[in-house]
């Protein structure tokens, strides 16, 4: 019993020293690890111009809602949305029965005035006669009261009736004033009638695109709401919103690139205006830019802004020698022959380079172009 308990120790000394020789041979065959040969860039600051972007939209410069000046209903909407119009243009057309009622209302009104001034006419001339008869009579009637050729009382007759006749000629003056006053205010009367029933027909106020339709035969207009929106036509501007603290770097006058991607054209322009008022919700103020005419704009155009500001320094890397990794980026860079992968924060991009943010420093060399199998802890062949 006891050569057996020796002898299983033994077994088991003799086992494990058999299994460590198999390990070390076995790791003996494992191969190196390769080399990768590379070429790298060193980091460094470089000036790049400084500057905001900014994206914003195209709009119409001068839009008008336009709207009934009477309540009616409408008769006929000679137009559609997207439909080109001329200034004076019939868009809209109103029930007119009522506004037409009026206009022959006043025009009767305005004939019977008129009619009244013949009788009215001669009226005065027939008073003007007796005056004249008893103007004559009465100078006669003093040569002889003066030769006391005739009493005090036939003088007196004389006098009252110029003064009658005088009164009467008067009188038929009066009358016609007040005929010409009706009739001046029955042509007023017809003018007004004639006003109300234009506004029957509703015209463009300028050349342009109707971009909105709110109304529909039968559709009882009131005045001032809307029945159609029309934007001026070859008359557009961006609309550029910039955070607030820009305020101090974007005036009037300032100078912008603006990208219209749907047309694929760039434009260099200048601020045309400020808007004084900030918006309270988003902390931005509104820059405007008027585009050029000949550009077959719509309103609602995506545009991207670019406002210089000058230069700066930045570090930049080749923008190939940023790795993507989901929403992390990364750069190899080479530290003692060897490539180490470093996360970094890229900033804005100039052309083929990248500026970073944090990650690495100036003087720092990463490896590019990247080259295929390239690991962390990769050993690096660094070619010039």
């Known amino acids: 019993m006891s050569s057996v308990k020796l002898a299983a120790p033994a077994a088991l000394v003799a086992l494990a020293l058999s299994g460590c020789g198999g390990n070390k041979s076995e790791k003996a065959a494992v191969a190196p690890a390769p080399t990768i040969a590379a070429t790298v860039v060193a980091v460094a600051n470089e000036s790049v111009p400084e500057g905001l972007e900014a994206t914003g939209t195209v709009r119409a410069r001068v839009t008008t809602a336009v709207a009934a000046r009477v309540m009616a209903y409408v008769r006929e909407m000679r137009v559609q949305m997207g439909?080109?119009?001329q200034a004076g243009q019939t868009l809209v057309v109103l029930d007119a029965r009522d506004t037409e009622t009026g206009v022959r209302q006043a025009e009767f009104a305005r004939t019977e005035a008129r009619s009244a001034l013949p009788e009215?006419?001669?009226a005065i001339a027939a008073a003007q006669a007796q005056f004249d008869l008893a103007q004559a009579t009465y100078n006669r009637m003093k040569d002889l009261f003066d030769k006391k050729s005739i009493t005090n009382q036939e003088f007196d007759e004389a006098a009252a009736k110029l003064k009658m006749a005088r009164a009467n000629l008067d009188m038929a003056q009066a009358r016609r004033e007040q005929v010409q006053a009706k009739i001046r205010q029955a042509?007023?009367?017809?003018?007004?009638?004639?006003?109300m029933k234009s506004y029957s027909e509703i015209t463009a106020p300028f050349a342009g695109v109707v971009t909105e339709k709110r109304a529909e035969p039968g559709t009882l207009a009131a005045p001032g709401v809307p029945l159609l929106t029309i934007e001026q036509a070859a008359a557009f501007r961006a609309e550029?919103?910039?955070?607030?603290?820009?305020l101090s770097r974007i005036r009037a006058g300032s100078k912008v690139q603006v990208d219209i991607e749907a047309l694929n054209r760039?434009?260099?322009?200048?601020?045309t205006e400020i808007v004084p008022s900030v918006d309270a919700a988003s902390r931005t103020i509104t820059a405007r830019v008027n585009l050029p005419g000949g550009l077959p704009l719509k309103s609602g155009l995506f545009v991207r802004a670019r406002f210089p500001f000058g230069q700066r320094q930045a570090l930049l890397v080749p923008a190939a020698a940023v790795q993507e990794q989901g929403q992390l980026k990364r750069v190899f860079v080479s530290e003692s022959g060897q490539a180490r992968a470093r996360f970094v924060t890229i900033g804005a991009r100039f052309g083929d380079k990248a500026e970073v943010l944090s990650g690495v420093s100036a003087g720092e060399t990463v490896v590019h172009p990247l080259p295929a199998g390239l690991v962390d802890g990769a050993k690096l062949e660094v070619r010039p």
Not at 187 to 195: F, Y
């Open 83 to 85: 439909d080109s119009v």
């Open 120 to 122: 009215v006419q001669n």
């Open 187 to 195: 042509d007023e009367a017809v003018a007004q009638a004639g006003v």
């Open 240 to 246: 550029i919103p910039v955070e607030e603290a820009q």
């Open 266 to 271: 760039t434009l260099d322009l200048a601020v």
